[in-house]
């Protein structure tokens, strides 16, 4: 009997936790000159920021 191995999908903005690194992936996507790849960086670094704001606590909270 095989088990199935189980794939869950790749999403880039999960690693793109700091300024560095998303400069970094959009300055290869910009470099590959492929409208579709500076799309997709684009809406990946989109995707990461806005994690990363939702993620940190805002001034007013108290921690």
Do not use: W
């Not at 869950?8 to 903005?13: E, G, Q, R």
């Not at 992936?25 to 990946?44: C, N, V």
């Amino acid at each position: 009997m095989t088990t199935a191995t189980k794939f869950i999908p790749f999403d880039a903005a999960n690693y793109l936790n700091d300024d560095e690194a998303i400069c970094l992936y959009l300055r290869f996507a910009l470099e590959s000159g492929d409208e579709k790849e500076i799309a997709a960086a684009l809406e990946d670094v989109e995707r990461a920021m806005h994690r990363n704001q939702t993620a940190r606590p805002s001034p007013t909270q108290n921690g």
